[in-house]
């Protein structure tokens, strides 16, 4: 059995399948019970039946026999439908459980999770597995049932005659070891299966976030087939699951009525010797098929395959270890950072390097690189979206993972090149974050990021369905940013927040943006000269390493600086503020991405 970290049988896949079993405890407890209740009755029931037809026989009154026995059968189906209930109630919390704990985890993991699993395939877990994985107490109790059936019908053969049992025990150990194989293949076949789920499901979110690439390319077909690329092997897994239980059917089917017959033929040699009456053989038939009840077995080991299988899954995720937050507050100051020997990998490739940093309070500076060099991952990791795997952030002279969790959202706002722009309302939508900003906070807020004015043209301005809101990536842009104004903070972090604007609107967010301010550093990742020429400073990140520090008109007598913009560097002059490469809905979503304050994340790469 797979016993790699976060599977079933790793130590985390174990600990998650007894917390989930722990779920509605009470339900849990009374579910047992009733399945018990409902195994002894059925248990019981052969017995009265046995009696009965003895008394039918024998020509004696037996209407209060009669009568139990139609009692025991009104109990049990009374029993079958409590148990039902109490199953569903039991599987819907333990999912409601599941899915809250994982998708606490994954937002807590922030972009290391998307990175890791894929966003598609943490989907996938999320509502398929998690599903799967809440039936664990439901199909436990349901096994339970199933087993003591068997047990109690050998106990039942072993009162009725010793040989009975003796029999049946002869041929038990061949059947013990053919379920012990079903279950521990089962569990192996659905993990198979659901990891393919996975891929197909990770490869379908990327296509539906790109499809209007994939339709303006003309290459719909081509991406149908890639998506489902991975089916032979799904079906292939597939198909070894059902071969794994028809082979288990089969053999189970060739070996359980085998043992009934010997129980019954013992049976009839001991009514024929007198020493069982014809119901006592009447009720060693029914034991004998309860015993060999090897159908139910495999149905419910079945079930507790797969949803081991799927825990193992969610136990994968919640194996990644979430940032641990300190205690700690932040003293008086301006927001100065610090990044000492950052070093960060990703994908077994070294990103940042070593990286060393200071922005002083009250200051700007932009961070400027060519594509892979860093950039976005530096963004998070300053403001602990994402730790670096050596070294360390300060603010104001205090670590960040020493600051309590609240302290540091508070503290650091973001805003991003996609926004998610998550609220009911275009005010909710701007209010959002670990604390709502009050009404006026947002007004002001949209002036400063010149989103004002589109508001107030929308239906019911401010009041608007932020779904409805028609939009282009460039006011949705200007929302992001309006979020993150809202919320003050002493350190801001834009990640290509004005990538979408046109050439007016960003030279006025940017002189908004980068106006004076004592009170609030700022930290922008540029990809235009005109950006970087308004910042105090600006780092120029090469390969993960800061090459270069200083303004941006000393870092342009640098022909390898000006060939960073590009066509924009050739022909622009330094500090002119004047740009010709404006644009607007330059994001292929329309701001379909991750935008967040002080509370917010991107699930993004570095």
């Not at 890791?116 to 943490?122: E, K, S, V």
């Not at 068997?150 to 040989?163: E, H, M, N, S, Y």
């Not at 090897?294 to 299988?309: E, P, S």
């Not at 070593?354 to 990791?381: C, E, F, Y």
Request: charged share 20%.
């Amino acid at each position: 059995m797979n016993s790699r970290p976060g599977s079933a049988a790793s130590p985390s896949g174990r600990a998650l399948s007894r917390a989930v079993l722990r779920q509605g405890g009470a339900r849990c407890a009374a579910l047992c019970a009733v399945s018990t209740a409902a195994t002894a009755a059925g248990l019981l029931l052969p017995a009265l039946l046995g009696r009965t037809l003895d008394l039918l026989l024998a020509g004696a009154p037996a209407a209060r026999w009669v009568g139990g026995c139609a009692g025991v059968v009104l109990l049990l189906t009374v029993l079958d439908g409590c148990a039902g209930v109490l199953t569903g109630t039991c599987d819907a919390q333990a999912t409601a459980w599941l899915r809250r704990r994982l998708t606490g985890h994954v937002l807590a993991l922030g972009p290391g999770a998307a990175a890791r699993f894929g966003a598609g395939d943490l989907v996938a877990r999320l509502v398929g597995n998690a599903v799967q994985a809440g039936t664990a107490p439901g199909a436990l109790a349901a096994l339970l049932a199933a087993l003591a059936g068997p047990v109690g019908g050998v106990v039942a053969l072993g009162l009725i005659d010793p040989w009975l049992a003796a029999v049946f025990l002869a041929g038990a150990p061949v059947l013990a070891l053919l379920l012990r194989a079903f279950a521990r293949d089962t569990t192996a076949c659905v993990a198979d299966y659901q990891r393919v789920q996975g891929r197909i499901a990770g490869a379908l979110a990327e296509a539906v976030g790109g499809f209007r690439t994939i339709r303006a390319a003309g290459v719909e077909d081509r991406e149908t087939a890639r998506i489902l690329a991975p089916l032979p092997e799904l079906s292939r897994a597939g198909h070894r699951m059902w071969r794994v239980q028809g082979r288990a059917a089969a053999r189970a089917v060739t070996v359980a009525p085998l043992l009934n017959l010997g129980v019954l033929a013992v049976a009839g040699l001991l009514l024929a010797r007198h020493r069982l009456s014809v119901g006592e053989v009447l009720a060693a038939s029914r034991y004998a098929a309860l015993a060999t009840g090897v159908g139910a077995l495999i149905g419910q080991l079945a079930a507790l395959g797969r949803a081991r299988a799927a825990t193992g899954r969610l136990a994968e995720v919640l194996a990644e270890p979430a940032p641990r937050h300190g205690t700690g507050r932040l003293p008086p100051g301006t927001g100065r950072l610090q990044l000492r020997a950052v070093t960060a990998l990703r994908g077994g490739r070294t990103v940042l390097d070593g990286v060393d940093l200071t922005v002083p309070g009250g200051t700007s500076l932009a961070v400027v690189g060519r594509s892979g060099a860093g950039k976005s991952l530096l963004a998070q990791i300053a403001g602990r979206l994402a730790d670096p795997d050596a070294g360390e952030v300060l603010l104001d002279g205090v670590r960040l993972r020493d600051l309590a969790h609240a302290e540091l959202r508070t503290a650091v706002a973001y805003a991003f090149e996609r926004p998610a722009l998550r609220g009911t309302t275009i005010e909710d939508t701007i209010a959002f974050g670990l604390t709502a900003a009050t009404p006026a906070a947002v007004r002001r807020a949209a002036r400063r990021a010149h989103a004002d004015d589109f508001v107030r043209r929308l239906p019911d301005g401010y009041a608007t369905r932020t779904a409805d809101a028609p939009r282009s990536g460039g006011e949705s842009q200007r929302l992001g940013l309006a979020r993150a104004f809202a919320h003050g903070g002493r350190l801001l972090i834009l990640d290509d927040a004005l990538s979408s604007l046109d050439t007016v609107t960003e030279h006025r967010i940017t002189e908004t943006l980068l106006a004076a301010d004592g009170h609030r550093t700022r930290l922008l990742i540029a990809h235009r000269a005109t950006t970087a020429a308004r910042a105090d400073r600006v780092a120029w990140l090469d390969a993960g390493r800061v090459r270069a520090l200083g303004t941006h008109r000393e870092l342009w007598r640098e022909a390898e600086y000006r060939a960073v913009f590009g066509a924009e560097g050739e022909e622009q002059e330094p500090g002119t503020g004047e740009d010709e490469s404006g644009r607007e809905d330059a994001d292929e979503t329309g701001g379909a991405g991750e935008v967040g304050s002080g509370a917010g994340t991107e699930v993004r790469g570095g």
